[in-house]
Nanobody
Framework: VPLVESGGKAVRIGESLRRSCVAS????????VGWFRQVPGEGRQGLSC??????DYSDFAKDRFTMSMNDARDTVFLDMRRLTPEATAVYYC???????????????????WGKGTLLTVSS
């Protein structure tokens, strides 16, 4: 499933933003799909995941971000609220075949990745 994420963005502190990830030419049926972030010098951090078990969020993402999927099941969204400079990172979506993982919030579990796009939050 080729993954195409929405483009890089620079926003102000306190603004909200919606990121999207499209399964190009396909759907997310039969896959778990997750959102991850990476700041320089650190590994990829899981934010949220949608699987047959429903939605799951990391502690960092809870109360900050909301994940959703469109009815066509080919696009997932990450709604990011009241952004702070701490949210500055490269954001990725990733997929893994259902049943081929234990925890879809763990980056090493994911099989296919989008290219990632940079979000910068500043004053």
């Amino acid at each position: 499933v080729p993954l195409v994420e929405s483009g890089g963005k620079a926003v102000r502190i306190g603004e909200s933003l919606r990121r999207s990830c499209v399964a190009s030419g396909d759907t997310f049926d039969d896959y778990a799909v997750g959102w991850f972030r990476q700041v320089p010098g650190e590994g990829r951090q899981g934010l949220s995941c949608l699987s047959t078990s429903g939605f799951d969020y990391s502690d960092f993402a809870k109360d900050r971000f909301t994940m959703s999927m469109n009815d066509a099941r080919d696009t997932v969204f990450l709604d990011m609220r009241r952004l702070t400079p701490e949210a500055t990172a490269v954001y990725y979506c990733a997929t893994v075949i259902e049943g081929d993982y234990t925890d879809c919030l763990k980056s090493y579990e994911m099989a296919r990745w989008g290219k990632g796009t940079l979000l910068t939050v500043s004053s």
